[in-house]
């Protein structure tokens, strides 16, 4: 071969070797990238779950009245039994509902409503088949206390902080349409919340007085703002968002190892650095893994916008065989629950 092509070769293979040394630089981003990119999607493909409901305000409809016991008198018809009445709580979207038997066409037309508007932001009737649901949007998140006497349900709405002496939420990545990555057949979604159920167990079966309030604990897909929301509307002490890395390229490397995603603009002295450094340490120390360090995260929506102090756990690589099989494993997945299980404790102990 000619000298001089050989010459090019050279130059041509020096260069490349520094677009991948450079490309390698920046291989922890690259998730972070990857969840902005999911973000955008599910921005534009969410249209809400109440888009059909006819809403009213709240003030309009709640008959002032001090002098109840309860926050909320709730009218319904006297033939109602308490076992025909279901109350939820769906925490996510600071939402209850409230469902009876032998639903009417139109509730305000024939029952009142009494007591307090405050805490109620918006309050919507439809007939879900015979039933009748009203629906209460609450401007935070609240514990329910109810009572109900033939004809009239009372609801107070109980700050969490009151009842408990932390408050965490807990946010398992992706789910149901939202997989996240795909390796050999497993997927981002579910290793993440295998973790988060293990860590639920833990918290279940534990006799602090910690409030938990969890994203999700089956194949859903809450929105990030959902997600954020729930941390911020119950003033939690702690948000944890689990997730699970992939390398730049989406192929098997030999890259692997925990990171933990902090908020760069928290500056206050109980910071999301500080407490993503807590989380760090523990998962790295109950695993073994590699640690890659700590990365700002305020590219990220649900971090960005977290009013409390946020860590997100990049437990370990899918693109690495070892550590996905690892990962795959639910012993493994035990170990990272108890290290952020760990990783809370020793942040409250330090005045979280
Ligand atoms: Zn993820």
Redesign the pocket.
């Known amino acids: 071969m000619d000298e001089k092509v050989l010459h090019w070769i050279t130059v041509l293979m020096g260069a490349m070797t520094i677009v991948v040394c450079v490309c390698l630089y920046f291989f922890p981003d690259v998730?972070a990238k990857?969840?902005l990119a999911?973000e955008q999607q599910m921005k534009e493909e969410y249209t809400g779950d109440n888009a059909a409901l006819v809403s009213v305000s709240a003030s309009d409809v709640v008959e002032q009245d001090k002098g109840l016991d309860a926050q909320l008198e709730i009218g319904l018809p006297q033939s109602l039994s308490e076992e025909q009445i279901q109350i939820e709580n769906d925490y996510v979207t600071q939402t209850v509902y409230i469902r009876f038997a032998h639903g009417v066409a139109d509730y305000f037309e024939d029952y009142r409503i009494r007591g307090s508007s405050d805490h109620i932001a918006a309050l919507s009737y439809y007939k879900d088949g015979e039933e009748g649901v009203i629906a209460l949007s609450l401007d935070q998140v609240y514990e329910l206390q109810s009572k109900y006497e033939t004809g009239n349900l009372y609801l107070d709405f109980i700050d969490p902080h009151d009842i408990y002496d932390k408050v965490v939420v807990i946010d398992a990545?992706?789910g149901s349409r939202a997989p996240?990555?795909v390796k050999n057949g497993v997927s981002?979604?579910s290793i993440?919340l295998a973790i988060v159920l293990e860590l639920k167990k833990l918290f279940d079966e534990s006799d602090d007085n910690i409030g938990v309030y969890y994203t999700r604990t089956s194949d859903t897909n809450p929105t990030f703002d959902q997600r954020v929301q729930l941390a911020n509307k119950s003033h939690a002490d702690l948000f944890i968002s689990v997730?699970?890395?992939s390398s730049a390229s989406g192929n098997f490397t030999k890259t692997s190892g925990t990171q933990v995603m902090y908020s760069e603009s928290d500056k206050s002295e109980l910071s999301s650095k500080r407490f993503a450094k807590i989380c760090l340490d523990n998962v790295v120390e109950k695993f073994g893994s590699r640690s890659i360090g700590l990365l700002e995260g305020d590219s990220i929506y649900i971090i960005r916008t977290s009013e409390v102090p946020v860590a997100l756990i990049?437990v370990g690589f899918m693109t690495n065989y070892e550590e996905l099989d690892k990962l795959k494993d639910p012993e493994y997945q035990a170990k990272a629950a108890e290290g952020i299980y760990q990783a809370i404790m020793e942040a409250f102990e330090e005045g979280y």
Do not use: Y
């Open positions: 998730h990857a969840v999911a990545g992706h996240g990555a981002e979604k993440d997730h699970n890395n990049e």
